[in-house]
Each structure stands twice: as structure tokens, then as C-alpha cells.
């Protein structure tokens, strides 16, 4: 036990001392946390539309009007024709145009039928559909209230959005940050710090003393265990106080399920390491093989949902993917562990699994 | 020249000769491609609906028909009490409840006009929007449907029928919407990109961390053919796994090639340099390999998230778009997406190359001059 503690002091002593490193650990996640929580928002806005009108009346002016004061639409201009169109919608510069007959004052009135075109640009089709359904729902409203008295017959939707009912970005985007964030950062601080000693041959003489494996493994991670709960509630108070992101369920259930998350993805650099003979290996694996499925795997930005059913059973994989269902569900629905215990055994499972092929590889070099 | 020439082959062998990590950085990108472009999509199926109908007449069946009709919703219960409902909610059983109120047939035939509730678990935000606008297009459907063939009540006295909307929309440059035509331009940069800057990143300061570096450093060689020789093994790598993952795009998911690839290399020529010149800059301000990789972390997740790859530029804040006018992924995934899918110019993408070319100059300026040869 005192060798172990003696080992430990060494590592943290390592860590203090590179003041510079120990700077970029520890502030690194709130900064892109900050950064990312303001910057990028999942929903779309500000989409700018043109509106081609060839003859303004009152019930156009109407449309406009509607459209330069949604928060969804950047009316960039209002065309007499459909003739730069083309060219606008090439080089990117509209994304949807909207384009009126002539007399529709006069349609209206006579109950001629109202062609109106929606031209959506729709090389991406995840933004082309969301932008086709805000304009579709901007004409149709306007269309029912310009109409004289209601004949149509009408369903309306009074749509109650349950846990976000703003549909605030920052509050769904942060949490997920944290997943992200969290699990790159500690998988990379562990896997460079034991391949590193590898390649710089310290490694051996651990190996030689009489410190069994599994502690020195141990005692490299138990100070990044710290830095890291350290970083995380730092990346927690930013998100309460700058975001305003709602904390509904128990603080402490969130900071357990923090320190149980942080243990799998140390265990993960764990791993990694043992199979990596250089740090330039470790730092590939770390982030070019655990970056990108993060990202798209775990429902940080795309939905679960929409994946096909042989790349959900892969995702299933993916601890991010559990530790954000649990991050969302505390923080956002006020989940408690009733409800997350299922999460919560996967990640246990998954450290466990981590920490025993860990350690075994380690075991196994020796001999 | 010479010089220069010696010290490329002096990486390329040291990159070659390294088994493992020559395996990592073809097959990473391969792989990700491969599989991550099934994911990029919020193309919502069958979302899970749980239907709490208090009508139960004809007209309230046919619209949880309508609903389970199209591919969009999946009816995965019905009727649950207020708790039920919440507890569906709360464990993801359910994505949205809809609430059928009593009395809405005899609404419809007698006021023309019903309202139905939908309650939806707003937890990941753009998905919600998109389940939200599914379920109010199938409503005005089913409304449009019902306005022919419902008897009326009121409705007899002659008054005008008001004028139909016909309203036609039509997706330009994607007509069968296929969003791996947009993704996987993304996804191949982004994957080009993170080898590259990791590759560059690492380099340097690896050399500095077993101390080749001060033998380098005793060479007549100058700062500019130092550099030089450190970015073209990369940049050839680079264009490598940007090419095959050209190939896989075009043979695997169908991308269209409507513009000139000409034109598609030109830009990933001057992009590339751009990132292996930020990697190598990197690469001279960090002190241990570990420094570098966390800087290029940042740097890459700046990129790849403010770049407009799976988000759309146009919502976010102001300052933060002035920030992207900045980010060369922005322009070359622009780029890549407007050649490609829409088969745009040069008079379109020439703006954002000459850019990129700035970008390019400026940042090995920067990495030669930011360069020492001597250590302190």
C-alpha cells in the first residue's frame, strides 16, 4: 500500500509539475463547453428566403411581413421575378424562395386557386425538410387567416413540448457536450501518459519493481481521476450558470454517474495504450478512431431514431451514447435512478470489461 | 532542393516502416466512412406514438390510420392514463403522445374545426421539430381530406368556397433526398482532416520530445526547406485517403460528380495545406507530443462543430458565423458539396479556393517564422 501511495505522489507530481499541461487539462473542457454551447445550435434559423412577388397587393404584403418577423426567416429580398434565382440558390446565398402569382389579392377574393411555389434548397435534406416545414406552416396560416371566414375545415395541434419547451439548443447541446468532451479527454490523457513512458523505456522499470500492474496502471489514473472530476465540475457550473441549463434531478446522482463515466473512459485509455506501442499510435487510435463515432454515434447530434436498425445495435457500443442518456435524462427530465439504472449497469459493465482486458494485456507484456 | 528531397524520404520511410500506424490511418477513415455515413440523418422513421383516442368514432380511427399510414409514426400504445403517459415520456418508451379529445368528430361536423393535442419529448431539440412538423403535415392531410367528404352543417347557405392553396414545393440539387450526397463530402473531410492535423501535430514536437530535433537542428538546412520537407510526405498521404475516399463516395453511396474534379483537387490541394501547415504550427508551439494533441483536439473540434458539416451555418450567432468565415472546413466542405452535388464553377467556388490559398500562405508563414533552430 505504500509503495502504491508513494507511486501515486509520483504521478501527481509529474502532473503539477508540467504546469503548462496541467493548464490545457483542466480548462480545455469548460472552454469548449463555453465555446460550443454559445456557437453551434442544433435548430434551424435566420434561413434566408426570397420572396418573388410579381405584383404586391394587401395579402402579400401580409406574407411578408409574416415572414420578416419570424425568428426562423432572413427575408433577403423581395423579387419582382424568378429570374436571378438560379444563380442565388448556386452559390448558396438563399436557401429557399417562395414565389407568388400575380393577383392573388383578386384569387382570394374569387376563389380562383392560389398556385404558390416553395423552392427549397434541398442538397441537404436534413435542414431541407425541417426549412420546407416552417415555410409550408408560414403560408398556410397566412392562408387560413386571409381567407374570408373559415369554410375549410381545419385539425389544429396544440403541441406541448415536454423537458424543453423552448426547444432551447444550449440545453440539449451541452449535456451532450459533456458526454463528448469528457470521454475524449480522459481516454487521451491516460492512453498518451502509459504510452509515453513506454517510449521514453520508463515503463520497464516500473515493470521490474515490485509494484504489480494493475497498481501501477492504478496509480497513473487515479490523479487524472481527479483533474478530470475537477474539469467536470467546472464544465457543470458553467453549464448552470452561463447556460442556464436546468438541473431537475439530484445533483449527487450527477456527479456519481460524472465519476463513474470518467473511471470507463480512463479504462478505455487504458486499452488503448496497452495496444499501442507509441504515443503516436495511442493519440491515432484515441482520437481519429474514437472522435467521429462519438460524434455521430451517441445521439449528440443526430437522433438515435434515425439510424438504420444494424448501426443502432453498433451504437449500443458507444459508451457516450449511455452516458448521455443519463446526463439528459438527470439534468433536463429529472430522471432519478429508478429510471436510469439500466444506463448505469451498462457503463459498470463496460469499465469492468475495460479495466479487466486492461490489465490483462499489461499482465501479459510482462511475460 | 536536394536537401528538401532527402529529408522527404527520410518521413516517408519513417512512416512506412511504422506498421501500425500506417494501418490506423488508412483503415480509420476507410471504416468511419463506411459505417458513420448510415448516421448522419434526422431522417425520422416510424417515431414512436403512444394514441390516447377519448373520441372513438370513424373519424378519429382514420386519423391514427393516417398516421400509422405514412412511414413516419409507429402506434406503439394506446390509452394510458395521465400517469402512464408521463411515465412513457420520462423512460423513452414513447417520442409523442397524441390526445384525441372527446367530441372531436362532432366538432369537426359542426364547427369545422377540431384541435388535437400532441405532446412530444422535446430532449434532442432539432429531432422534435421535425416530428412536430411530420405530424402537422399529416394533420392538414387528413383536414384537406375531410373538408370533401365530411357532411356539413352549416354550410348550405351558397357562400363562395374560398380559393384552394395549391401549394407546391419542390427540393432543388437533391431531388431524391438522399442525405449521403450531402454527408459523405462532409464526412471525408472531416476524416482527411483529423489525420492530417494529427499527423502534423505530432510530428515536430516528437522529434523534440527524443531529440532528433537538435540533430536536424545542426544542419545547414533552412527553416523554409525544414518545413517544406515535413508537410509534403503528409500532404501526399492526405491526398491518398481524400482520393479513396472520393472512391468509395462515388462506388459505395452513389455520389454525384456534376462539377469538375479538377476543381475538386484544386481546392483539396490548397486545403490540405492549410491543416498541415496549422498542424506543423502546432507542432512548433507545443512542448510534448501530448500538449499538441490536445491543442489539435480543440482545434479540430472547432472545425468540424462550427463548420457547418452537421449544423447549419445560418443559425448560429453572428459573431460566431464571422468565426466560421475563418474556418478553412467551412469553405472546403462548401466547396466539396457545391462542385459535387450541385455542379457549381469556378465563378462560384473561386472566391472560397483563393481564400483557402490565403489561409495557406499565411499559416506557413506563420509555422517558418514561428519555427526555432535554435533551443533554449
Redesign the interface.
Known amino acids: 500500500m505504500k509503495a502504491f501511495l508513494g507511486f501515486v505522489r509520483k504521478e501527481t507530481l509529474h502532473l503539477l509539475r508540467?504546469r503548462?499541461?496541467l493548464a490545457?487539462?483542466l480548462l480545455?473542457p469548460p472552454?469548449?463547453v463555453l465555446?460550443?454551447g454559445?456557437?453551434?445550435?442544433?435548430?434551424?434559423?435566420?434561413?434566408?428566403i426570397v420572396l418573388v412577388d410579381p405584383a404586391p397587393d394587401v395579402a402579400t404584403l401580409e406574407l411578408r411581413d409574416r415572414l420578416a418577423a419570424s425568428e426562423r426567416f432572413?427575408l433577403l429580398a423581395v423579387a419582382p421575378s424568378t429570374q436571378v434565382l438560379d444563380a442565388q440558390?448556386?452559390?448558396?446565398s438563399i436557401?429557399q424562395a417562395l414565389v407568388l402569382p400575380r393577383d392573388v389579392e383578386r384569387?382570394?377574393g374569387?376563389?380562383?386557386?392560389?398556385?404558390?411555389?416553395?423552392?427549397?434548397?434541398?442538397?441537404?435534406?436534413?435542414?431541407?425538410?425541417?426549412m420546407?416545414?416552417?415555410a409550408?406552416?408560414v403560408?398556410?396560416r397566412w392562408?387560413t387567416d386571409a381567407?374570408?371566414?373559415?369554410?375549410?375545415?381545419?385539425?389544429?395541434?396544440?403541441?406541448?413540448?415536454?423537458?424543453?419547451?423552448t426547444?432551447?439548443?444550449s440545453?440539449?447541446?451541452v449535456p451532450g457536450l459533456v458526454a463528448f468532451v469528457l470521454t475524449?479527454?480522459s481516454a487521451?490523457m491516460t492512453a498518451?501518459?502509459i504510452t509515453?513512458e513506454k517510449?521514453t523505456g520508463t515503463m520497464e522499470m516500473l515493470l521490474v519493481s515490485p509494484i504489480r500492474p494493475s497498481a501501477i496502471v492504478a496509480g497513473k489514473v487515479t490523479p487524472y481521476v481527479v483533474l478530470a472530476f475537477v474539469s467536470v465540475l467546472l464544465v457543470l457550473i458553467a453549464a448552470r450558470t452561463v447556460f442556464q441549463v436546468p438541473q431537475r434531478g439530484s445533483l449527487a446522482l450527477l456527479l456519481g454517474e460524472c465519476g463513474l463515466y470518467i473511471l470507463t473512459a480512463l479504462a478505455l485509455g487504458i486499452v488503448i495504450s496497452t495496444q499501442?506501442?507509441?504515443?503516436?499510435?495511442a493519440?491515432?487510435?484515441a482520437?481519429?478512431?474514437l472522435?467521429?463515432?462519438t460524434?455521430?454515434?451517441s445521439?449528440f447530434?443526430?437522433?438515435l431514431?434515425?439510424?438504420?436498425v444494424w448501426?443502432r445495435a453498433?451504437?449500443n457500443v458507444v459508451p457516450a451514447r449511455w452516458f448521455l442518456?443519463i446526463v439528459?435524462g438527470i439534468m433536463?427530465?429529472g430522471?432519478g435512478l429508478a429510471?436510469l439504472w439500466q444506463e448505469t449497469l451498462i457503463l459498470v459493465g463496460m469499465t469492468a470489461f475495460f479495466l479487466i482486458v486492461g490489465s490483462r494485456k499489461l499482465a501479459i507484456r510482462l511475460g | 532542393m536536394r536537401t528538401v528531397w532527402f529529408l522527404v524520404r527520410k518521413e516517408f520511410l519513417q512512416i512506412l516502416r511504422d506498421h501500425t500506424t500506417m494501418v490506423q490511418i488508412f483503415m480509420i477513415p476507410v471504416v468511419q466512412l463506411l459505417v458513420l455515413a448510415n448516421a448522419a440523418t434526422f431522417d425520422l422513421k416510424r417515431t414512436r406514438l403512444l394514441v390516447v383516442d377519448e373520441d372513438r368514432t370513424t373519424v378519429s380511427a382514420g386519423l391514427v390510420q393516417r398516421l400509422e399510414g405514412g412511414r413516419q409514426f409507429r402506434v406503439v400504445r394506446e390509452d394510458a392514463s395521465a400517469n402512464e403517459v408521463e411515465k412513457a415520456l420520462l423512460e423513452r418508451e414513447v417520442t409523442a403522445v397524441i390526445h384525441i379529445p372527446r367530441r372531436f368528430e362532432e366538432d369537426l361536423v359542426q364547427h369545422r374545426h377540431a384541435t388535437v393535442q400532441l405532446v412530444l419529448n422535446a430532449e434532442e431539440g432539432a429531432a422534435t421539430g421535425i416530428v412536430q412538423s411530420n405530424a402537422n403535415a399529416i394533420l392538414a392531410a387528413y383536414a384537406a381530406e375531410l373538408n370533401l367528404t365530411l357532411p356539413t352543417v352549416r354550410n348550405a347557405s351558397g357562400v363562395t368556397h374560398p380559393a384552394p392553396l395549391d401549394l407546391r414545393t419542390q427540393r432543388r440539387f437533391n431531388p431524391t433526398r438522399n442525405y449521403k450526397h450531402y454527408m459523405v463530402p462532409a464526412l471525408m473531410v472531416a476524416l482527411t482532416t483529423i489525420i492530417g492535423l494529427l499527423l502534423t501535430a505530432q510530428n515536430i514536437t516528437r522529434e523534440y520530445e527524443i531529440g532528433t530535433l537538435e540533430q536536424l537542428n545542426v544542419t545547414p538546412m533552412t527553416k523554409i526547406q525544414f518545413i517544406a520537407a515535413k508537410l509534403i510526405p503528409f500532404w501526399i498521404i492526405s491526398l491518398v485517403i481524400f482520393t479513396i475516399g472520393l472512391v468509395i463516395g462515388r462506388l459505395v453511396f452513389g455520389i454525384p460528380m456534376r462539377g469538375s474534379l479538377v476543381l475538386v483537387y484544386l481546392a483539396a490541394i490548397v486545403y490540405l495545406i492549410v491543416v498541415l501547415g496549422l498542424g506543423l504550427w502546432i507542432s512548433t508551439i507545443t512542448r510534448t507530443q501530448q500538449q499538441a494533441m490536445f491543442v489539435a483536439f480543440f482545434v479540430i473540434l472547432i472545425f468540424l462543430l462550427m463548420g457547418g458539416l452537421f449544423t447549419p451555418v445560418e443559425s448560429m450567432p453572428d459573431w460566431a458565423q464571422l468565426v466560421a468565415q475563418a474556418n478553412p472546413v467551412k469553405h472546403f466542405v462548401f466547396v466539396m458539396r457545391a462542385v459535387l452535388v450541385k455542379g457549381a464553377g469556378l465563378d462560384t467556388v473561386g472566391r472560397p479556393i483563393l481564400g483557402l490559398a490565403i489561409g495557406g500562405f499565411a499559416i506557413l508563414t506563420l509555422a517558418v517564422h514561428r519555427y526555432r533552430k535554435t533551443t533554449a
Open positions: 508540467d503548462q499541461t490545457i487539462l480545455l472552454l469548449q465555446i460550443f454559445f456557437a453551434v445550435r442544433t435548430d434551424v434559423r435566420k434561413i434566408p432572413r440558390f448556386r452559390s448558396g436557401r384569387r382570394l374569387r376563389g380562383d386557386s392560389l398556385p404558390i411555389q416553395l423552392l427549397t434548397d434541398g442538397s441537404d435534406p436534413n435542414t431541407g425538410g425541417i420546407q416545414g416552417y409550408t406552416a403560408v398556410q392562408y381567407v374570408p371566414s373559415g369554410n375549410g375545415l381545419r385539425i389544429d395541434a396544440s403541441s406541448r413540448l415536454r423537458y424543453n419547451p426547444l432551447e439548443s440545453h440539449l447541446f475524449i479527454m487521451m498518451i501518459s509515453r517510449e499501442a506501442p507509441t504515443q503516436r499510435t493519440m491515432i487510435f482520437l481519429a478512431g472522435m467521429m463515432p460524434m455521430l454515434l445521439g447530434i443526430f437522433p431514431d434515425s439510424l438504420p448501426l453498433i451504437s442518456l439528459r433536463i427530465k430522471a429510471t
